[in-house]
């Protein structure tokens, strides 16, 4: 099946920084990314909808200054979260969407784990 | 955009026994995907059943859609350690995934 990669898989920072997420669809082109955001023990929450070279759709609730999208290229999305605070820690996984797939199957990646000291 | 509601929350289950989860929605849909998520990791694609289909099999995995009932099944057949994991259905009209809760699974030794 089709590959999505997310990296790091990891990453520690301090509060007041920005962290930069990248979402790469390996072997197939996504024009349309999403990125969702899980806390422990709860189901993951949609956060935006990433369309390549166009602005993200951000669902209700969820500050665009904050958590800043772009979408470039047909293979890789990114996601900072500017200015963290330890309430952005938490587990964001991408997806992506293979339009050659005639089901326009998402796909996700393995996650990327945040945590803001 | 969709969301599946899935049944039970939880599940526990003795190993090689065969697991059952549901799945209902509230509008028309054109496929509906089902995923795992073993804890901590990402969603794992499992299987794609198309709205014109009723049934659907992969491996120990087989799926069943009513669009009239607008609901799903999965069902994990002689089920193993592995198995456990939370699952969730993802109805879809293509347009974004909106998750549900989804069945927490557990394979008992």
């Known amino acids: 099946g089709a590959v999505v990669s997310q990296h790091p898989s990891w990453v520690i920072c301090k509060s007041g920084t920005s962290v930069k997420i990248e979402c790469r669809s390996l072997?197939?082109?996504?024009?349309?990314m999403f990125w969702y955001r899980q806390f422990p023990k709860q189901s993951l929450m949609l956060m935006a909808t990433?369309?390549?070279?166009?602005?993200?759709?951000?669902e209700q609730g969820v500050e665009k200054d904050k958590f800043l999208i772009n979408h470039a290229s047909l293979t890789l999305s990114t996601l900072t979260v500017t200015s963290a605070h330890p309430e952005d820690s938490s587990f964001y996984i991408c997806s992506a969407r293979d339009r050659g797939d005639w089901a326009d199957t998402q796909y996700f990646g393995p996650g990327t784990r945040l945590t803001v000291l | 955009s969709q969301q599946g509601e899935e049944d039970p929350q939880a599940l526990s289950i003795q190993e090689g026994e065969n697991a059952t989860m549901n799945c209902s929605y509230k509008t028309s849909i054109n496929n509906l995907q089902w995923y795992r998520q073993n804890s901590g990791r990402g969603l794992v694609h499992l299987i794609l059943i198309r709205s014109n289909e009723r049934e659907k099999h992969s491996g120990r995995l087989r799926v069943t859609l009513d669009t009239s009932k607008k609901s799903s099944s999965l069902l994990i057949t002689a089920s193993r350690a592995a198995d456990t994991a939370s699952y969730f259905c993802?109805?879809?009209?293509?347009?974004?995934?909106?998750f549900g809760k989804g069945t927490r699974l557990h394979i008992l030794p």
């Open positions: 993802a109805p879809n009209r293509d347009d974004k995934i909106i």
């Open positions: 072997d197939f082109q996504a024009t349309t």
């Open positions: 990433s369309n390549e070279g166009s602005k993200a759709t951000y």
